[in-house]
C-alpha cells in the first residue's frame, strides 16, 4: 500500500466548526464501547481539502482530569484510526464521497493498546458495514 495510507495528516483532522455542528447535529451514533461515534457520508466538494474522510478524536474531563490521561487516550486512539483508515476509505472511493467522523472515548479507564485495537476492529467493522449500506441507498 502506499505511505499515505498509514499516515494521518493535518488535512484529515476535522477543525472546521461548521462542519463539526453540521456532524453533531445531523450525523448517525454508532456505539462501540468504548468509543462513542458520530458519522455523517457527505460529497468531497464540502470538505476544505481532498481527503476521503475527516476525524475528529476527543474524551472528556469528566473521565479523565489529568490532561496527560486524556492526551493518552487520544494518542492510542489516532494510532487505531491510522491503522484502521484504508478499510474505511475503500467504499467512500468507490461511490466518490466523504466522511465526518468524530471518535469520542466514553470511559473512565485506559485500556492497553491491544485492547484498544481490537475495539477499533470492530468499530471499523460495524462502520463500513453502515457506510456500504447507505452508499448503495439503503437506510443505515
Known amino acids: 500500500m502506499e505511505r499515505e495510507n498509514y499516515t494521518f495528516g493535518k488535512k484529515e483532522h476535522l477543525c472546521s466548526e461548521k462542519l463539526m455542528e453540521d ?65 474505511i476509505y475503500q467504499p467512500l472511493e468507490e461511490h466518490d464521497a466523504a466522511l465526518l467522523l468524530a471518535v469520542n472515548y466514553v470511559h473512565n479507564e485506559i485500556f492497553d493498546y491491544e485492547v484498544l485495537y481490537h475495539k477499533f476492529d470492530k468499530l471499523t467493522s460495524q462502520l463500513t458495514s453502515l457506510l456500504n449500506k447507505q452508499l448503495n441507498g439503503q437506510k443505515p
Request: with cysteine; glycine share 2%; hydrophobic share 35%.
Open 23 to 87: 456532524l453533531f447535529r445531523t450525523g448517525h451514533r454508532l456505539m462501540v464501547f468504548p468509543y462513542s461515534v458520530r458519522w455523517k457520508v457527505c460529497s468531497k466538494d464540502s470538505l476544505p481539502y481532498p481527503v476521503p474522510a475527516q476525524v475528529l478524536i476527543a474524551t472528556s474531563k469528566k473521565y479523565f482530569h489529568h490532561a496527560v490521561d486524556r492526551n493518552r487516550v487520544k494518542r492510542l486512539t489516532r494510532e487505531c484510526y491510522r491503522l484502521h483508515k484504508h478499510l
